[in-house]
Nanobody, 123 residues
Framework: QVQLAESGGGLVQAGGSLRLSCAAS????????MGWFRQAPGKERQFAAA????????YYADSVKGRFTISRDNANDTVYLQLNSLKPEDTAVYYC????????????????WGQGIQVTVSS
């Protein structure tokens, strides 16, 4: 059973930075996608970024492109999301997820989810 554990959230002022980590355990497949989604209060869960594990290709939502960077540590099965130039509208619960298919941005195609971690950006 795949388990995902996020860490690194918190409270930061606008313009600041945070780095989120997600450690995966229990996976048995080699081709998969790791993604980050976020959900603000009263809103639907939205795609933020993803990385295809076998080739390192990355994907970003327009709202975070140029400010967020996703990366991976193959040896430790960990994915990171560097959040720079944070804005109050980035405030949300951030979820790490794993998808062993090919669809990148739709949450419904992700099979495993972390518990979520709060990121709060004050103005």
């Amino acid at each position: 059973q795949v388990q995902l554990a996020e860490s690194g959230g918190g409270l930061v002022q606008a313009g600041g930075s945070l780095r989120l980590s997600c450690a995966a355990s229990g996976r048995t497949f080699s081709r998969f996608i790791m993604g980050w989604f976020r959900q603000a209060p009263g809103k639907e869960r939205q795609f933020a970024a993803a990385i295809r594990w076998n080739d390192g290709n990355t994907y970003y939502a327009d709202s975070v492109k140029g400010r967020f960077t996703i990366s991976r540590d193959n040896a430790n099965d960990t994915v990171y999301l560097q959040l720079n130039s944070l804005k109050p509208e980035d405030t949300a619960v951030y979820y790490c997820a794993l998808n062993n298919g090919n669809m990148v941005t739709a949450a419904k195609y992700y099979d495993y989810w972390g518990q979520g971690i709060q990121v709060t950006v004050s103005s």
